[in-house]
């Protein structure tokens, strides 16, 4: 295999704000692996609350080049296993696993979902997420998107009612809350009752991470599922979620990839959680193979390509929020524009 590295930044159609911040734009590392003239392309995109950087995205995957180089088209699950052994860092294993399975696809002329044997059903539709900003800011986004099903609000301000009573007078379509971690215990205590009256289906990371005893607490008195996200990075936390929420919101550079997502999925399933895959900020080109585990999910969130102004990759498209990728497309259903030479 060939292995090529190509960085972008992609530019958003909105600065993007949640309770930790706000930004405009997002560097993104695209990796392809050709072997006999059919390529299979990967990403990721550094994130600094868990660590990652370009930089050393970049360094981690060039690493394994000459690794590459001796290596063929053989089990992506076994790949993944060796390549888990080499890599510390679960943003480039991610890219490099994406990139291993869209090849095997492509090659075969099968569509990830068929190697996965995910053909029944069609899964739910995608939200998409209207960023933390001033409440005038966030109308407006709501009526640029106004076809689809529901909308995932990013919270985490002490005006958070106030926001979301003005989004609920100008549609009747469910919101997701997602407060990334950015209320304390009485806080979100005060807000759930409050929610169910906005028609909230469910609340993302309402308290940090480290607040386990918090969650515990909130988990026993919610009227409202309480999904996991930065809670939830591998395979290591899941038993832990179990006890602390309701749903677990699986993210594919968080865990390493589409190999061990999957595993995380169907175990979580198996302890009766629900589940959601979500995105963060990136291009068709991460974001396809989640289109492909749908049958597996009871809720996504896969609109990063909607949010940017440069979509590195053709074949993607949305109806009401449902994900719809071309006819017979094998691999993950979409072409990566790489730049020219």
Known sequence: MKLALHRHVLRLRHPFGISRGTKTSQETVIVTLTLDGITGAGEATPNLYYGTTTAGIVESIEAQRDWFTGRDDESPEALWTELAARIDDPFALCALD??????????????????????????????????????????????????????????????????????????????????????????????????????????????????????????????????????????????????????????????????PALRLLRRARALGLRTMVGCMTESSVGVAPIAQMLPLLDWVDMDGPALCANDLAEGLRFERGHPVLAARAAGNGVRYLAPAD
């Open 98 to 259: 994406e990139a291993i399975w869209d090849l095997h696809g492509k090659r075969r002329g099968r569509s990830l979902r068929e190697l996965w044997n995910l053909t029944d059903g069609e899964g739910p539709p995608s939200s998409y997420t209207i960023a933390l900003a001033e409440p005038a800011a966030m109308v407006r986004r709501l009526h640029e998107a106004p076809d689809w099903p529901v909308y995932k609000i990013k919270l985490g301000r002490p005006d958070d009612l106030e926001l979301l009573r003005a989004l609920r007078a100008e549609t009747n379509a469910p919101f997701r809350v997602d407060a990334n971690a950015g209320w304390t215990l009485d806080e979100a205590r005060r807000r759930l009752e409050d929610l169910v009256a906005l028609d909230v289906e469910l609340v993302e990371q309402p308290l940090a991470a480290s607040d386990v005893e918090g969650m515990r607490t909130l988990r026993a008195e919610s009227p409202l599922p309480l999904v996991a996200d930065e809670s939830c990075r591998d395979e290591r936390d899941l038993d832990a979620c179990a006890e602390l929420f309701h749903g677990i919101n699986v993210k594919l550079m968080k865990c390493g990839g589409p190999t």
